[in-house]
């Protein structure tokens, strides 16, 4: 069974570094348990977003692409 995020956050279109921006100030306003779902298509932002997971502690659950377009689901764990 696929988790249901909590949130999405569409950045496609957007370029770095706004979809980790965005992606920090959402997880900020989240609470413990809740999943966010982050789509973008900046060929950096898969990247810079499993960095900035990795660096908030968080936890990525499953990344899957379609096309240009990258779909990032992260469970805020603390």
Avoid at 33 to 46: F, K, M, R
Wanted: aromatic share 2%.
């Amino acid at each position: 069974m696929k988790a249901q995020p909590d949130k999405t956050l569409d950045c496609l279109g957007l370029y770095c570094p706004e979809p980790v921006f965005r992606t920090r100030t959402e997880l900020d306003d989240m609470k413990t348990g809740e999943i966010l779902e982050v789509l973008a298509d900046d060929p950096a932002a898969e990247e810079d977003i499993k960095s900035l997971v990795k660096h908030l502690e968080q936890e990525i659950i499953d990344i899957s692409k379609k096309g240009n377009a990258v779909r990032i689901l992260i469970k805020k764990v603390k």
